[in-house]
Every structure is written in structure tokens, then in C-alpha cells.
């Protein structure tokens, strides 16, 4: 990642975008402080795939008991 001045990346902020376009991060200093920083954007996510989503979830056993009586169990447990 590399840092450039406020005054830099106004003056040059088409560039730092295809920086980032490229894969590149590039940090934002003001008065030497970092208080930015140009990312690349996420690429687009995978879709879920339902049939194997149900598949898993129907293969799973219900729980014994409720979240609310686990949490409790865990909460009021040896841990404190």
C-alpha cells in the first residue's frame, strides 16, 4: 500500500483511481496522518446455491433446546 499527501491525491485522483481499479490501496494523509484510504471494489459475490443450502440445513438435527436457554446455559456457565 502506499501513502500520498491530501495535495497529491487531489491533484492526481484519476490516477489513484486506476490504482485502485488495478489492485493497488492507496493511503490518504493529512498533515502526515492517515485519514483515507482508496481500495480496490469487491468483486461480484458468488450466488448462493439453494439446493445445496437446503441440503446441508435438512441433513442437520434440530437443537435440543432454545437459543435463548443456550445463551443463558453459556452466560450463567462456569465461565465467570
Do not use: C, W
Not at 483515507?36 to 437446503?54: F, H, I, N, Q, Y
Request: no cysteine.
Amino acid at each position: 500500500m502506499n501513502a500520498i499527501n491530501l495535495a497529491d491525491a487531489k491533484a492526481h485522483f484519476s490516477a489513484l483511481v486506476d490504482r485502485a481499479e488495478a489492485g493497488d490501496s492507496v493511503e490518504i494523509l493529512r498533515r502526515g496522518k492517515a485519514v483515507a484510504r482508496l481500495v480496490p471494489a469487491e468483486g461480484p459475490r458468488k450466488p448462493v446455491d439453494l439446493a445445496a443450502m437446503r441440503a446441508l440445513t435438512e441433513a442437520m438435527s434440530p437443537q435440543s433446546e432454545s437459543a435463548g436457554d443456550f445463551m443463558r446455559g453459556v452466560r450463567d456457565g462456569d465461565r465467570y
